[in-house]
């Protein structure tokens, strides 16, 4: 299994970096994660999309709908990409301590 | 990257990892038996005169440039071991036909070329023989599978799949919650309560493509918006939200135990017609395998685009095309839709009816190129190989002078966004009932 | 020389018996889904206007290498009947010949072009094997030496032996194309009606 070094914090990751244990999740994760999609820091409007993600997994085991997470945060698609260079699947979802969204997507 | 990466724990799938000398071994068992059991292989691995007809056919080799990528470059490994295994003095004829042995180098090529092939069908069309090399693809990537070497994140589907019924792993509390929300979003934009039900008993059993409750909520919401308006009972199967059948690609086993579910659950919940969402290869294997594979069927299995052209032919459903404005837009034939399943002019009668303005691309309908990702070629580690083998859709996207392409199917709208944006093509893309949603009128 | 050739000729047949032999004690396609196009149809086209040179993408484009392959193969019906008229000696002149030297001498030349592409060509040059050389040359061996033959009786000799190489050659090599061809195009006309890709 990868293994992955940020700031000191140790975490272990899939291939393509998202962490093994979704429960090991937290803030300081969080923060480590972030560096490695291009989000230098997390701003309050970052936490507000990556919050919202993971409350929304915990509550269903999955990623909300992208269009779902647009209107509950009330950022549009491009604002996300503009806060996620990544995208909502890869990025946040990543930040978020979730497992990577699969399927035809 | 050039090949995905390997899934190193393989469940839910019968198969385990082999060591090198197994493989070798297990390869040339397989090869053996084939090559004395299907007529299909056989004809398949003689017939090829190398006439050449196949080369610039092929948009893995017009966009790879590879030669491994040419069709019977890639199926050549494949025979080289067959004209071994099967000519006689083959340490002399079999090397005259190129033959070559079994090696755990050549089993990697193997892995990656037939995983650079999207199994399109093009280049059967413009072989003199008809050799469909989709078939050799597909034969190949069962034995790869038998060796244990498949791609992480075909596992990955299959493993969500098993535990949820769908690829995303859309579990059955989020997808209530998901319709529940759409039914909002719709009821705000039309004041009608519009329904998605699920698992409900009704006549049709609708199946979408669980990348609808992602990122294509809009073609959700078109179906949705149709079968009110045609006012029929309709329902989605918690149990199965998943049209796309990841088996076709690559195992029988697999494809059989979707099928196996599909009409489960179409008995469960009592249908009469199995309605199939827009997914390509789904079609294909829920239309033309379902009956070879499960045994008779005995309910009907329609393509969503066969009943939105019927509903617009029969004046069930009324549409605006004033609706979608003034933009132009070109059509994108998923390869399994209009190679392999017959659904080639009901999508062209529905744009026609909800847009005003549709150019075709060139070529089209059965002769159209893949989009690059076709066969389930979506994974992230061979993002700079999918740029290469969506080349050839982007030349003809762009010579279209289109506004908006529409594609219905799951893999060709993951795949098609990044082309367009790799090559710098400002286009729009969705799928077909997204635009039907926007045209009817309610 | 004419034992030579017909001892290669029985190898040639014996061979091709054998590999028939093979494919037809092979499992045909498994496949008993129900039909959603006229698999009957899509056989009759693929014998027929499937093989036009509009109907295909490969030989729209490429004309040219598309009637160099006509030629080619008319060449080679043409040295048959000349090696049959040959062996039951059967008298010829006139028209007959003059037909014979004209499509043997032009399969040929289409033999030499081909060969020639053969070697030059570099999208080509990745995909040959020994194989693909020694079937093309046999075979254009075979076309020379019946357009000789029908200018000069007197080399007969000459066209039983290259007849005979190729004979021999036949059933390890790509030449059984043409007979693998007939259950190819079956197939394929077979499934892509059935599919209803090919379709009135």
Redesign the interface.
Same mark, same amino acid.
């Given at each position: 299994m990868p293994q992955i070094e940020i700031d000191g914090l140790v975490l272990n990751v899939d291939?393509?970096g998202f962490i093994e244990d979704p429960t090991i999740w937290n803030e300081e994760i969080a923060k480590a994660l972030a560096k490695t999609e291009g989000v230098t820091e997390l701003t309050e409007d970052h936490w507000k999309v990556v919050n919202y993600i993971r409350n929304y997994y915990l !509550?269903? !085991? =999955?990623?909300p709908? =992208?269009?779902?997470l647009c209107?509950d945060t009330g950022f549009s698609l491009k604002e996300i990409y503009e806060l996620f260079p990544s995208g909502p699947?890869?990025g946040a979802c990543k930040i978020a301590g979730l497992p990577k969204?699969?399927?035809?997507? | 990257m050039n090949a995905p990466q390997k899934a190193k724990d393989l469940a839910p799938l019968p198969y385990r990892i082999l060591d090198d000398e197994e493989k070798v071994r297990k390869a040339v068992a397989i090869i053996r038996e084939k090559a004395a059991e299907s007529r299909m292989f056989k004809l398949a691995m003689e017939c090829c005169t190398k006439c050449g007809a196949c080369i610039n056919a092929c948009h893995s080799y017009l966009g790879t440039e590879d030669p491994y990528n040419i069709p019977t470059k890639r199926a050549d490994l494949v025979r080289s071991v067959y004209k071994q295994e099967i000519m006689p003095l083959s340490g002399v004829l079999g090397k005259v036909a190129g033959g070559i042995g079994v090696s755990a180098e050549l089993l990697e090529k193997w892995f990656t070329y037939f995983y650079q092939c999207n199994q399109c069908r093009r280049c059967a069309l413009v072989c003199p023989f008809g050799i469909d090399t989709a078939e050799v693809s597909i034969m190949v990537r069962q034995i790869l599978a038998e060796l244990g070497m498949v791609p992480r994140f075909t596992v990955g589907i299959v493993k969500n799949m098993a535990n949820t019924g769908n690829n995303m792993g859309i579990a059955k509390p989020a997808l209530l919650d998901s319709c529940e929300f759409l039914e909002e979003e719709m009821y705000e934009e039309t004041g009608i309560k519009i329904r998605i039900p699920v698992d409900e008993e009704a006549d049709i059993m609708y199946v979408p493509s669980s990348a609808d409750f992602f990122v294509n909520t809009n073609t959700m919401i078109g179906v949705a918006k149709m079968y009110h308006a045609a006012g029929i009972k309709w329902t989605i199967p918690s149990e199965i939200i998943e049209a796309a059948n990841f088996g076709l690609f690559f195992d029988e086993k697999v494809m059989k135990e979707h099928n196996r579910r599909l009409l489960d659950c179409a008995k469960k919940l009592k249908a009469k017609k199995i309605v199939q969402g827009e997914c390509g290869h789904g079609w294909r294997a829920a239309r033309m395998y379902t009956d070879g594979l499960n045994g008779p069927v005995d309910v009907e299995i329609r393509h969503i685009h066969e009943e939105a052209a019927y509903f617009i032919a029969r004046g069930i459903i009324k549409v605006d095309p004033e609706k979608n404005g003034d933009i132009v837009y070109t059509y994108h034939d998923p390869c399994n839709l209009a190679r392999a399943g017959d659904i080639i002019e009901e999508p062209r009668f529905i744009l026609r009816h909800v847009v005003k303005n549709f150019v075709e691309m060139t070529p089209n309908r059965e002769e159209n190129f893949c989009c690059g990702a076709g066969s389930g070629l979506l994974m992230e580690e061979i993002m700079e190989t999918r740029m290469k083998l969506g080349k050839v859709k982007a030349e003809q996207v762009k010579k279209t002078g289109a506004d908006y392409v529409v594609a219905p199917c799951s893999i060709c709208k993951a795949q098609l966004p990044l082309v367009f944006e790799y090559y710098n093509l400002p286009v729009e893309m969705s799928g077909l009932m997204d635009l039907v949603g926007k045209a009817i009128i309610l | 020389m004419k034992t030579f050739l017909l001892v290669a000729f029985f190898v040639a047949v014996a061979g091709i018996v054998v590999k028939m032999a093979g494919l037809l004690k092979a499992n045909p396609p498994r496949d008993l889904a129900p039909p959603r196009g006229d698999s009957s149809y899509g056989v009759l086209y693929a014998y027929t206007l499937g093989m036009a040179p509009w109907a295909k993408e490969s030989t729209r484009k490429h004309v040219m290498p598309y009637l160099r392959g006509v030629v080619f193969h008319l060449g080679i019906f043409a040295s048959f009947i000349i090696l049959v008229l040959a062996v039951f000696n059967i008298e010829f002149s006139g028209l007959v010949r003059d037909t014979l030297v004209v499509l043997s001498g032009a399969g040929l030349l289409a033999g030499i072009i081909g060969i020639i592409e053969r070697l030059t060509k570099s999208e080509m040059q990745k995909l040959n094997t020994p194989d693909d050389y020694l079937s093309v040359l046999l075979v254009t061996l075979f076309i020379a030496g019946a357009f000789w033959y029908v200018l000069n009786f007197q080399v007969q000799n000459w066209f039983y032996f290259v007849t005979g190489l190729m004979f021999l050659y036949l059933p390890f090599s790509k030449i059984t194309h043409f007979i693998y061809f007939f259950f190819s195009r079956y197939f394929f006309g077979f499934e892509f009606g059935k599919r209803g890709v090919i379709k009135h």
């Open positions: 291939e393509d !509550q269903y !085991q =999955i990623a709908m =992208i269009r779902k209107k699947a890869k969204p699969t399927g035809c997507v | - | -």
